[in-house]
């Protein structure tokens, strides 16, 4: 049986999500017996594009117009692109807002700088088709892992849809914004982290982006009676995706 070619390619971020891969050294040799890792830049000596490949994962957002380039380059080769973790997904820090114009604060750190495009910096999905997506900032090893199994069973992952405090109720945590009046966005954030933070007293920082079945009107009603006002969760919730009650 042909090994499905993977592209592996990281745009604006940490390469946390890619790390998140090549620290799963236990997994690695057998999942190079099912897949051909093609182009890797990370873990892999550099070669030219390949004209196509199987699956794409990307991580990071666009943030030049050259990696928009890059970004429909790969999909114009790849059968799938799936974006990898939440910088792919939604922008992640990279496209944090500010109430200060990018190119005032380009030129205050580094100086003159050449005209942004206004557009910059953007989620894949405003330049190119994705076929599914891993959340989290990084993906969950264990989701990860899941995902390169259909993957190579020709399945595209399911998405998730149950934010994390279903997670921390499984996890009998304690409830650090009912119990603890702290700002914690399990109520709205996508689950499947097994509520990492709020299981370690730490409340949610909304890192792996909106849940589906989250009930915005809701929480937010909450928020208010603990004494957080809209515009503080707003900020918080958009630390990860800018487009976070922007509907
Ligand atoms: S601690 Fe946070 S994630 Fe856990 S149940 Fe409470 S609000 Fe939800
Ligand atoms: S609990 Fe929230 S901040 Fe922590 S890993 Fe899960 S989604 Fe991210």
Wanted: aromatic share 4%; glycine share 8%.
């Amino acid at each position: 049986m042909n090994r499905p070619r993977l592209a592996i390619v990281g745009l604006t971020a940490c390469s946390g999500c890619q790390l998140s891969l090549v620290n799963c050294e236990a997994e690695l040799p057998l999942l190079l017996e099912q897949v051909q890792f093609e182009l890797f830049p990370m873990a892999c000596s550099p070669v030219q594009m390949a004209e196509q490949y199987d699956v794409a994962l990307v991580e990071g957002c666009c943030t030049t117009a050259h990696e928009v380039e890059l970004l429909r380059e790969l999909r114009s080769r790849s059968h799938l692109l799936v974006a990898l973790g939440t910088c792919a997904l939604w922008g992640g820090v990279a496209t944090l807002r500010s109430d200060t114009p990018r190119q005032q604060l380009l030129s205050q750190v580094y100086g003159p700088h050449p005209p942004l495009d206004d557009g910059l910096p953007r989620p894949l999905s405003a330049y190119v088709a994705v076929d599914a997506a891993l959340p989290g900032c990084p993906p969950e090893k264990k989701e990860l892992l899941a995902l390169l199994v259909d993957l190579v069973r020709g399945n595209l992952p399911p998405a998730g849809v149950s934010p994390v405090c279903t997670d921390c109720r499984m996890r009998e945590n304690l409830c650090l914004l009912q119990e603890r009046n702290q700002l914690c966005l399990g109520p709205l954030t996508l689950g499947g982290c097994d509520a990492r933070c709020p299981s370690l007293g730490v409340p949610c920082e909304g890192c792996r982006g909106p849940a589906p079945e989250a009930n915005l009107a809701e929480a937010l009603a909450v928020y208010q009676q603990k004494g957080f006002d809209q515009q503080t969760v707003t900020a918080r919730l958009q630390r990860f995706c800018p487009e976070w009650c922007h509907g």
